[in-house]
């Protein structure tokens, strides 16, 4: 039935695409990679958003209990 469908539950093995293909994320983690400067370059978006958010630990700053902070959020907003 409509209106049925499980809430996904996001993890940190989730693609970065994956997580963005959903509007509440988008809220969430849409102000965070616009900052970063690789986001200017198409080819580096592109094989951002293949990567898990767990190996994002590092780029930009980011540190392991950043993105889980951000994937709470991502999880809270769903």
């Known amino acids: 039935m409509t209106g049925d469908e ?3 539950v996001v993890g940190t ?3 970065v695409g994956e997580v963005m293909a959903l509007p509440a994320a988008q809220a969430v983690l849409a102000p965070l990679f616009t900052q970063m400067p690789i986001s200017q370059d198409e080819e580096m978006q592109k ?3 293949q990567m898990p958010l767990n190996r994002l630990s590092g780029l930009g700053g980011l540190g392991r209990a950043m993105i889980q902070q951000l994937v709470d959020q991502v999880n809270a907003a769903l």
Do not use: Q
């Open 6 to 8: 499980p809430t996904p």
């Open 13 to 15: 093995t989730w693609a």
């Open 47 to 49: 094989m951002i958003e």
